[in-house]
């Protein structure tokens, strides 16, 4: 089993989405080769994309097997008067994901290792599996962190992604339990995938940029054998 995390980060309105779903949508029904290596337990998709958006994936979820809903972040918080806030708890039933400590986030918000540490206990708490995205062997890996992403932050959108034995030679220094899942993510494309996937060290891939277009997304997913 492949895990392909797609993170939509800050991007489309709603129409956009719409668009997007549409020609998805279209794409699953012309080309059965995605549905098969889903039905089949091949490929787990786990889409991303911003709480306002999340809504509108309903009936994909419903329908296609294998395709789950994930955010990009939760609250600190349990529940009450946080004004602005989405709590993993208010998720329950309907995100089953959340990607935790993305260096976006750590870098452009602050996050810290304790308030990382806060948001995976909120999903453990609340059943949400949490991917906790590390930039490199220095960030703290946390117990109860479901699945550990190895995205470096000069990989991150710039078309650099890394060669697959530094990001073999990272995971080798985590010491991780056999449960959790290795991803590796940025500037993941179609060209790149499948080195990643092929290797049985990892688990998945976390694409950003290449989540953004249907057709792109549609044939990073053709492109695993
Ligand atoms: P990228 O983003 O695929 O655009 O590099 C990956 C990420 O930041 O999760």
Redesign the pocket.
């Known amino acids: 089993m492949k895990y392909i995390i797609g993170?939509w980060?800050a991007h489309k309105t709603i129409s956009q989405a719409k668009e997007w779903l549409e020609t998805f949508k279209s794409q699953l029904d012309t080309d059965s080769s995605i549905l098969d290596k889903l039905q089949s337990g091949k490929v787990t998709i786990i889409f991303c994309p911003p709480f306002h958006l999340l809504y509108l994936f309903e009936n994909i979820v419903k329908t296609v097997p294998n395709f789950h809903l994930g955010v990009q972040n939760v609250s600190t918080q349990d529940e009450g008067s946080y004004t602005g806030e989405v709590t993993a708890k208010s998720l329950t039933g309907f995100a089953k994901y959340a990607i935790i400590g993305?260096?976006?986030r750590r870098r452009f918000f602050h996050e810290n290792n304790e308030d990382i540490k806060n948001k995976i206990d909120q999903c453990h708490k609340n059943g949400i599996q949490s991917i906790l995205?590390i930039r490199g062997e220095h960030d703290s890996i946390f117990p109860e962190a479901n699945f550990v992403?190895y995205?470096p932050q000069e990989?991150?959108?710039?078309g650099d992604n890394a060669p697959l034995d530094v990001v073999l030679n990272v995971k080798s220094h985590l010491n991780l339990p056999a449960s959790v899942k290795f991803i590796y993510?940025?500037?993941?494309n179609t060209k790149n995938v499948q080195e990643y996937l092929s290797h049985d060290q990892i688990d998945g891939v976390?694409?950003?940029?290449?989540?953004l277009d249907p057709h792109e997304f549609f044939s990073l997913i053709k492109h695993i054998t």
């Open positions: 993170n980060k993305h260096s976006e995205c992403a995205e990989a991150i959108g710039t993510g940025g500037s993941v976390l694409p950003g940029t290449a989540s």
